[in-house]
């Protein structure tokens, strides 16, 4: 044994009270010196008096003698405090050290719980707890006109008076301009702004200047800033680029900046959050501000007046859109949503239930750690309880235990940060565009933080229970019981089992999540979507109106696009179409011949141009009259076809054919319905169709199409021919956004499809660990009943009686944790409502799944242990006795 | 802190303490009766001044103590000498005795002032 310094050992006598003490020391000293004064005569006044005088002060002696012995108390306290610790954890590491297999078990079992949970917790700290990367992003706001629609120029233009709210206010959309002139032609992502935007976004040019106010005006300069890719790749990083002309849509733009690449750079556009942009263009508001009013399609950017909460500001909207109406006489009501939010967006409920899920996974972890520990603890208990006989302090002995469970835990975590580590970097290969802000999530010195946080939480939890348990051993009761060849009582048995019910209930409810995620993919997948996209591809065809200025123009540029392309080998169908399924795309209010609709209460409907073949290159079923031919060409009777939503919301009970139809802003007069399609879903695979109005390209020219192809065979190998046909035609021509629609369905599920991965991945880890768990319990108690087991063997049952007393223990605990898991779930399903589709939150069929296969996973776990008990052979048992 | 009781002769005072406890283990009071009786009343200390000395012998462990009973059957604190106080006990005395020695020469040159 390590030697004790020497002054430690009156510390033993040392009382508490140190002031006592040291008031007893003294007073002992002075009435000694008083009683020798006494008995050499001097009378007692005199006798006490003298002997103060030859002792000093005592009260300041006292005072020096007690600030240096409360001093040295308290070093000394600190000095054995780390001393233990040390010894403490040096003992642990070898204990831990000298199980291996023990050690290596825990280990992995916390890597995995802590690390999942780090790894979930970068990816919500990124999308929900770091602030936008703009200066004072809390005052940003996205503004919504009414119905939550978009801006039209004309509303903008009112709200750029109002003085109350906004500090300022900033108009962009986003567009497409072809550039030409510098080699191939290619079709640029563009944002058009006021000169307000870049400055909100806190924007800083690598070189050149920001647009001015008066950039926004009518009749300015065309300007642009460019993006750094776009000047490093198409201009080779040229330094004397500023103030080159780029020919943008065949109209000179003159270059003042490049943008340098960053987050800031990504405007928040609520269609495309996280879309780069190529090219920054001034507003230069010309033609647009005359637009009609209900041609909605402006993002608008506000930034609160400084002190301005939201819900004042909202109050302060109302106000200002009553002023408006009055003089307007439109509805102008506006919402306001908080960039923060129009960001995360949807994604919210989805990481708020992955991290229930992790921790659900974390907790399950830990219990299957606690319930090793425990295990070993039974092991340790004879060890425990003669350490304590000897005199160890129970406090001491729980520390001991509890300083291993947490170096177990430092271990686990060191090795969760690993696991985290990978765990981010595949989550963002695996989910791009799945859940917002994914790209920024990393294991930074705040998630090593976390994790470290959490080490020692998951430490202290998984510990506590079987360190108190442990400590309390009674040494009489232990040995009499190491006679017997036993361990552990029934108080014992029946922690380990709560531990293994609280695993499987969690297991189940987890296994809940994953299964409802799971058959809402599948229902989403199975989903009618009213168009087959199998084999089909599409791609973006935009005109220059420089050089395709009319109508006509367009539309036999298009009529040639489609039909040279129909005559490709491996065509099935080309068509063209305004906007593909699963995007969203125009809409707007339409009038119905001979009704009157109130203000406000208007048809509305989803707008898309088709060209003839759309319907059939995509499948659309023809439910009434027939689809558009060759012979709707411009001078021939105007008609539509409208899809089944629009004939039964507004001709219900009646046939749509032959009625009139007319958009609003869309002033071409009445159209004829003449045939009525399945219903597509336009906006996203989860959302019930809207009526939709699809008018023919010949009758209604535009400047932009997208081209499906239903191929023959491989849709990509198509791509060569098409981008062939399209240069034959215009050498300047890009062909854009070439995607199949199997690709597009597919992104519109990629943060269901990771959700659904994950909680996948989390709910069989959790299965397998409650496995584990009851597997060694059950194991446990066939060891502890071997001679039980034995003896009854002996007295003639039957293999099989025994293995059915065992298999009914495991089962007995998979019931109780089954049934507590379902309440549990029921209780969590709420969280999963937004993302459960077509079922409901409580699905039966679900529920039913997931307690089979937990029931037979708990029939397996048992199985081996209690196969092992019945081929116990009683002599050898009762001769080990 | 200010002036410490027991500056005056710290040093001597430590030595004296040591010296009274080599024998056996005292009490504080005991100690000021050993050097008293030894140095008949000659040596008067400041008795207050004893126990921060001895507070400061512990720390350097020269000496240790412990709570017992007095011959008087009252709880009082021991002090008693440690390996290493007698050591530096026995260091201190001789360098001390030499010093003494070196001051009674001078002293007791010719002429002589005693």
Known sequence: MQEQPRWRRYLRFWGPDIAADVDDELRFHLEMRERDFLAAGLPPAAAREEALARFGDPDKVARW???????????????????????????GLRRLWKAPGFTLAVVL?????????????????????????????????????????????????????????????????????????????EMLQVGRMSASVPRMLGVEPRVGRLFTPAEDLPGTERVVMLSEALWRRRFGGDPRILGRTLTLGEQPYTVIGIIPPGRRSTVPTALA????????????????????????????????????????????????????????????DVSLVPLERLVIGNARPLLIALAGAVAMVLLIACTN????????????????????????????????????????????????????????????????????????????????????????????????????????????????????????????????????????????????????????????????????????????????????????????????????????????????VSDIPLGGGANGGFAIEGREYPRGKEPFAEKRIASPGYFEA???????????????????????????????????????????????????????????????????????????????????????????????????????????????????????????????????????RLGMALFGVFSVLSLVLAALGLYAVISYMVVQRRQEIGIRMALGAQARQVMRSVLSQGLALIAVGVLCGALAALWLGRFLAGLVFGIGTTDPATYGVVALLLAVTALVASLVPALRAARLDPASVLRSE | MGREPGDLLQGTLGLLILKALAAEERHGYGIVHWIQDVTGDVVQIEEGSLYPALRRLEDRAFVESRWGLSENNRRARFYAITREGRQHLRADASSWMRFARAVICVLEAEPSVV
Not at chain 1, 500 to 510: G, M, R
Request: charged share 20%; aromatic share 8%.
């Open chain 1, 618 to 752: 995509l499948r659309i079923p023809l439910l009434a009259g027939r689809v558009f031919s060759e012979r709707d060409i411009a001078s021939a009777p105007r008609v539509v076809v409208v899809n089944q939503a629009l004939a039964q919301r507004y001709f219900p009970g009646e046939s749509p054919l032959g009625k009139h139809v007319d958009f609003r802003w869309d002033t071409s007069g009445m159209q004829e319905i003449v045939g009525v399609v399945g219903n597509v879903r336009e906006q996203a695979l989860h959302q019930p169709a809207r009526p939709a109005i699809y008018i023919p390209y010949a009758q209604r020219p535009a400047d932009w199409a997208y081209l499906v192809v239903r191929t023959t065979g491989d849709p990509h190998g198509i791509v060569p021919s098409l981008r062939r046909v399209v240069a034959a035609l215009d050498r300047n021509m890009p062909v854009a956004d070439v995607r199949t629609l199997e690709d597009v369905v597919a992104a519109g599920l990629a943060a269901r």
């Open chain 1, 65 to 91: 003698l007690r600030a240096h012995d409360t001093r040295k108390l308290r070093r000394f306290k600190r000095t054995q405090a780390m001393s233990d610790l040390l010894q403490d954890i040096r003992y």
């Open chain 1, 369 to 576: 750690v606690a319930n090793l520990l425990l295990a070993r603890a039974a092991v340790r208990r004879r060890e425990i309880a003669v350490r304590a006989a000897l005199g160890a302090a129970r406090g001491r002995l729980v520390r001991q235990l509890l300083v291993e469970s947490l170096l177990l835990a430092l271990v686990g975590g060191g090795t969760g940060v690993l696991v985290a580590w990978a765990g981010v970097a595949g989550l963002r290969a695996l989910g791009p565009g799945s859940v917002p802000r994914l790209a920024e999530a990393t294991v930074d010195a705040k998630i090593l933080g976390f994790a470290l946080a959490l080490s020692f939480f998951t430490g202290l939890l998984f510990g506590l229970l079987p360190a108190l348990r442990a400590s309390r051993a009674d040494l009489a009761e232990v040995m009499k019981e190491g006679a017997r060849g036993t361990a552990g009582g029934p108080a014992r048995e029946r922690l380990r089992g709560t531990l293994i019910v609280a695993e499987v209930a969690l297991s189940f409810a987890l296994l809940i999540g994953a299964g409802l995620l799971l058959r809402s993919l599948d229902r989403l997948l199975a989903v009618d979507k009213g168009f087959d996209a199998e084999r089909v591809i599409s791609s973006y065809l935009l005109l220059p109106s420089s050089r395709y200025p009319q109508a006509q123009q367009q539309a036999a540029f298009f009529r040639e696009v489609r039909e040279r392309t129909q005559a490709l080998p491996g065509v099935q169908t080309a068509a063209l």
């Open chain 1, 109 to 185: 079992v916390l890597a995995l719980g802590i690390g999942a949970t780090t790894a979930i917790f970068s990816v919500i700290d990124a999308a929900l707890l770091r602030p936008l990367p703009y200066p004072e992003a809390e005052r940003l706001v996205a503004v919504y006109g009414p119905g939550q629609n978009p801006f039209s120029f004309p509303q903008y233009l009112d709200w750029k008076r109002d003085t109350q709210v906004f500090a300022g206010l900033g108009v962009y959309w986003r567009t497409t301009y072809t550039l030409t002139g510098a080699g191939e032609p």
């Open chain 1, 273 to 332: 959050a996280a879309q780069k942009l190529d090219l920054w263009m001034n507003l230069r508001l010309d033609a647009e501000k005359n637009a009609p009013r209900d041609m909605q399609f402006l993002d608008v950017l506000g930034r609160l007046r400084p002190g301005l909460g939201l819900t004042q500001a909202k109050e302060r909207t109302v106000s200002f859109a009553r002023g408006l109406k009055e003089a307007v006489g439109t509805d102008q």
